[in-house]
């Protein structure tokens, strides 16, 4: 439990001002540019024009990195923490567990199970409450985190798994309606 939140707060204090350098948060969702977490690389001050720059590219991660960090961000935030502990049964593992089977590229919509379904709705559809404190939170972590083209490449592949899972909910519900 230590190294978990000592994960969280050096997440969390890892240039998480700088975040805005390489993408803009939603101004009107203040409250998720807050909670963004970032792993953007130290920054060094630029003597000529006083201005920070980034001296390292932010470096591919692996998906159990990702699903482990996005873990921890989710983690963070009282609500998203309260609400999948609820639905994982307190099962932390299980959760980190979804988070990777949801971030590898190999995964189908039909291999997913529950937990990782509801997790999707949650991370995609901006349903209810949660949904619309998830959503932005996930897509500003995953910003924050990956360098522009990679973040934008795994908010879309997550949204395909979850178009997926939705049309393969509605083609079930028709069949058992007819």
Not at 41 to 46: A, I, V
Not at 137 to 160: D, M
Request: proline content about 3%; glycine content about 4%.
């Amino acid at each position: 439990m230590r190294r978990a939140w000592r994960a969280i707060r050096y997440i969390r204090n890892i240039c998480l001002s700088e975040a805005s350098m390489f993408h803009q948060p939603n101004l009107n969702d203040q409250r998720a540019s807050k909670l963004a977490i970032s792993a953007i690389p130290e920054l060094e001050t630029s003597a000529a024009t006083s201005k920070p720059r980034a001296w390292a590219a932010r470096a591919e991660i692996s998906v159990d990195e990702l699903a482990y960090r996005t873990l921890i961000a989710f983690r963070e935030h009282s609500h998203i923490n309260n609400i999948l502990t609820h639905i994982s049964g307190a099962n932390w593992r299980r959760v980190e567990q979804e988070l990777r089977a949801i971030f590898d590229p190999a995964t189908e919509p039909a291999g997913l199970s529950a937990l990782a379904r509801n997790m999707l709705d949650l991370m995609c559809a901006e349903r209810g409450v949660t949904g619309r404190i998830l959503k932005p939170l996930f897509k500003s972590f995953v910003r924050g985190l990956l360098e522009r083209e990679i973040a934008e490449r795994t908010i879309w592949r997550v949204s395909a798994l979850y178009r997926g899972v939705d049309r393969k909910a509605r083609e079930a519900i028709e069949a058992a309606t007819k």
